[in-house]
């Protein structure tokens, strides 16, 4: 997408493109078997895919002369050259969707669904906002893009500026829908993650002096370094308090330890560098120092005010100070968050250990109507089976 989209400079002209490459990807490679360069072989082919659309529109003659100027007319779609996708690309098309023309939420929605590839659903599940809503923002978005004019590359200065937020958060939000997928088989989605990572990593070269986006990728590192851990030998979910903690990748550790460190001594701080900080306390040898959590929950909330982060601190709350001043927290924000499934879990948990058994249960049958992934609904039934059954 970021290659075509750079080629062409059309949002959805490089979008029907690579679905046609994918499409006949799908088709071929059954028959052919995979090609040594996968990727130069999707971009090479839906540049063909592009350049044949463009030959049969008006008024296209002089972005198909520019492509063809800049990559020349290779009839093996398959070439190393077509493998041509720049480092930056991908960061060119988040400051591309995050222009300051959209809201918020719609720069948000459609980076996540034509940078990251996610489908309508995830970006609805990680935006805790309804489907449809979600898809409209995006066809508008990409409406505007092609009417506006709106170019394709990293800005400079304030504009840059302006955009960094919302940049950040969409990295955040495709590590967080791979970290803990919405739906289907998988809990943790790696590819995502490592997509995630990749991009914090070529903001801050980008950015080297932005503490923010180092702290970004601090807390990225630091979270992905426990991913061995999270699923037992089974497939099976294991909460943090039980996992084997000489599976984390101590080396991200380092590395994410050292990059809070460097954000901090900035002198500026904010969410994700308090985010990491939180992270770091988790990836500690020992035990979790549930007190640190929660008063660094309680200073990240003044700058992200939201359920979400209400709910995290209420869980750290939980673990500080018992499971009665955690509960206080989460019934005041329960409706707010009614379609998170992860606020039902933390109820049930919560209310497992007051041995309120009865209203834990309707929490973990709350939890498991939203439809997890696989790892946790099963997780989810083994806690319903381990509570007494009504009436006994």
Not at 338 to 359: K, M, N, V
Request: charged share 25%; glycine share 8%; proline share 6%.
């Amino acid at each position: 997408m970021a290659a075509l989209t750079r080629m062409f400079g059309d949002l959805d002209a490089a979008a029907d493109a690579v679905q046609e490459a994918c499409a006949l990807a799908v088709a071929k490679w059954p028959v052919t078997g995979v090609p040594a360069n996968p990727r130069a072989w999707l971009t090479g082919t839906a540049r063909h895919k592009a350049l044949d659309r463009m030959r049969r529109e008006a008024g296209r003659a002089e972005k198909e002369a520019a492509a063809m100027r800049e990559f020349g007319d290779r009839q093996d779609p398959g070439s190393r050259a077509y493998d041509d996708t720049a480092p930056d690309d991908e960061l060119a098309l988040i400051f591309m969707c995050c222009h300051p023309a959209f809201d918020p939420a719609v720069r948000v929605a459609l980076t996540l669904r034509c940078v990251c590839g996610l489908s309508t659903a995830e970006i609805a599940a990680a935006l805790l906002a309804p489907e449809p809503t979600v898809a409209q923002r995006v066809v508008r978005a990409k409406r505007k893009i092609r009417q506006a004019g709106i170019s394709f590359g990293v800005p400079a200065g304030d504009d840059l500026a302006g955009r960094l937020a919302v940049v950040l958060r969409v990295i955040y939000l495709v590590f967080t829908a791979g970290h803990l997928a919405a739906h289907g088989d998988r809990l943790i989605r790696g590819e995502l993650c490592d997509q995630a990572i990749r991009l914090a990593r070529g903001l801050t070269t980008l950015l080297p002096a932005e503490p923010e986006a180092a702290g970004l990728l601090a807390l990225l590192l630091l979270t992905d370094a426990r991913r061995a851990a999270r699923l037992d030998d089974a497939g099976e979910l294991v909460l943090l308090a039980d996992q084997d903690r000489t599976r984390w990748d101590r080396a991200m550790i380092s590395e994410g330890e050292e990059l809070l460190e460097r954000a901090l001594r900035a002198g500026k701080p904010g969410p994700y560098q308090l985010h990491a900080a939180i992270a770091a306390c988790h990836s500690c040898d020992e035990t979790t120092d549930w007190r640190e959590v929660a008063a660094l929950y309680g200073e990240l909330i003044r700058y992200e005010p939201t359920p979400v982060v209400a709910a995290n601190r209420a869980v750290a709350v939980a673990m500080a100070e018992g499971p009665a001043a955690g509960l206080v927290i989460l019934d005041t924000i329960s409706d707010s968050l009614a379609s998170w499934p992860q606020l039902h879990i933390a109820r049930a948990e919560l209310l497992r250990r007051l041995g309120r058994e009865g209203d834990a249960r309707e929490a973990y049958h709350a939890a498991l109507r939203l439809g997890p992934p696989a790892p946790e609904r099963e997780f989810l039934q083994r806690r319903l089976g381990e509570l007494t059954e009504p009436g006994r």
